[in-house]
């Protein structure tokens, strides 16, 4: 079986509910439920008994080490993080107990559990650390992509406990020969992606008569996967990757936060019209985001070269299936805009002054 951290946020819901669908290796699922994670995600695997739920915080090293001798892993898959920018800004102690903190209290079980394993059992254990292609920074407009090789400069709270992770483990594999790979992706869209950010966010403040808030100019610069295709690319990776390695995974499709937002509101349009005028007037310009980086892009030749890993998905039709998912779903988004979601946006949309027609 698989141990997956994390297993109830965005990404790492999807990557339960795909694994299930393609594989019939059960999967324990590690996770907080912090306001991130939601088990309505997991809702359609309910009753099936390769999903094995445990809540717990991955700082709990004694939990997670009973956990591993108890179920013995062939793989850990690691999801679990604090992982919203603008979250990180507000409260950055939390971004380092979990991201930081927490990655080294897991590494250090996994390692201890995986000491004990001998032969092909100790040789096929793989740890996989799922990562973010903002450890790199932010790149001018004529820059070339992030490689594998890009320096590190991370320049939010969030990217900088990312990074840290990292480092912790790629040391790992470098002093005590502990079987990791990495991967560093681009920004995620899809299903079950929590409405705090920017694309789930924007569909929803459209159908609710919203302001669409778009941070400064709007012409920050983010490469867009489809999480289904991050999904594929983790397991390809854990498959074949080889040991020690880095992985950016990406989807070359990079676009402008005005040009997503204006693309949602013309879907929007086509789907669901409103009575009089399009959902595009309710874009309102608000203050920037602090140390906002300009531009993320990756290179993804590597994980193509050496996996023969590429995106299934254009960015046309999977924001298509995106927004589907999302009027599909309402249910769904009216469950997760609870109390601390509602706390959240008070936070931090009421202090950033409306800077309409910027
Ligand atoms: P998310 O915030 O939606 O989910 C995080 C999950 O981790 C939640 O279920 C939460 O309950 C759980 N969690 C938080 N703290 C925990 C703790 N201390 N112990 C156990 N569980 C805990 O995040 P996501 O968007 O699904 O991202 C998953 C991973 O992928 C993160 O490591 C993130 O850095 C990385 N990543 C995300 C993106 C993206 O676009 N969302 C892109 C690249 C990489
Ligand atoms: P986000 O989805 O928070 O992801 P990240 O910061 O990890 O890239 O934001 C994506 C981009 O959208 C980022 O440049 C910030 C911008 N943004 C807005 O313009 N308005 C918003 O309300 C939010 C949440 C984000």
Redo the contacts with the bound molecule.
């Keep these: 079986m698989i141990f997956v951290t994390g297993g109830a946020g965005f990404i790492g819901s999807n990557f339960v509910l795909d694994w299930l669908a393609q594989s019939i290796e059960t999967v324990v699922n590690f996770d907080k439920l912090t306001y991130a994670g939601n088990l309505n995600n997991l809702a359609s695997i309910s009753d099936d008994p390769r999903h094995i739920f445990v809540q717990g915080d991955i700082n709990d090293t004694a939990l997670l080490s009973q956990l591993f001798e108890q179920y013995k892993p062939r793989a850990v898959v690691h999801f679990a993080a604090e992982s919203?920018?603008?979250r990180s800004i507000h409260n950055p102690g939390a971004f380092v107990t979990t991201n930081v903190n927490g990655t080294f209290s897991l590494l250090e079980a996994a390692r201890a559990y995986w000491n004990t394993l001998s032969g092909a059992e100790r040789e096929s254990f793989r740890f996989l650390h799922v990562s973010?292609d903002?450890v790199y920074g932010s790149l001018g407009a004529d820059d070339a992509p992030f490689s594998e090789t890009t320096p590190y400069a991370p320049n939010s709270p969030?990217s900088a406990s990312k990074a840290a992770s990292d480092h912790l483990v790629r040391s790992y594999h470098h002093t005590y020969g502990f079987p990791t790979l990495t991967t560093n992706c681009s920004?995620n869209y899809g299903g079950f992606h929590f409405p705090?950010?920017?694309?789930p966010?924007?569909i929803s403040n459209a159908r609710d008569g919203k302001a669409l808030?778009?941070?400064?100019d709007?012409q920050?610069i983010?490469d867009w996967l489809y999480v289904g295709d991050h999904c594929t690319a983790i397991r390809r990776v854990l498959e074949a990757g080889r040991v020690g390695e880095v992985y950016n995974v990406g989807g070359w499709n990079e676009k402008a936060?005005l040009e997503?937002v204006h693309t949602l509101c013309d879907i929007l349009d086509k789907l669901t019209p409103k009575a009089a005028g399009s959902y595009r007037d309710q874009i309102t310009y608000?203050q920037d985001?602090p140390g906002?980086?300009r531009r993320?892009a990756i290179d993804a030749r590597k994980i193509e070269r050496e996996l023969g890993w590429k995106p299934a998905e254009t960015f046309e039709s999977g924001i298509a299936k995106t927004v589907q998912w999302y009027l599909d779903n309402q249910e769904w988004v009216r469950n997760v805009q609870s109390g601390d979601y509602q706390n959240w946006l008070e936070k931090?949309?009421a202090s950033r002054d409306s800077k309409e027609g910027v």
């Design positions: 919203h920018v603008d973010t903002e969030y920004n705090e950010k920017l694309i966010l924007i808030p778009i941070y400064g709007g920050q983010r936060n997503v608000v985001r906002h980086d993320y931090n949309y």
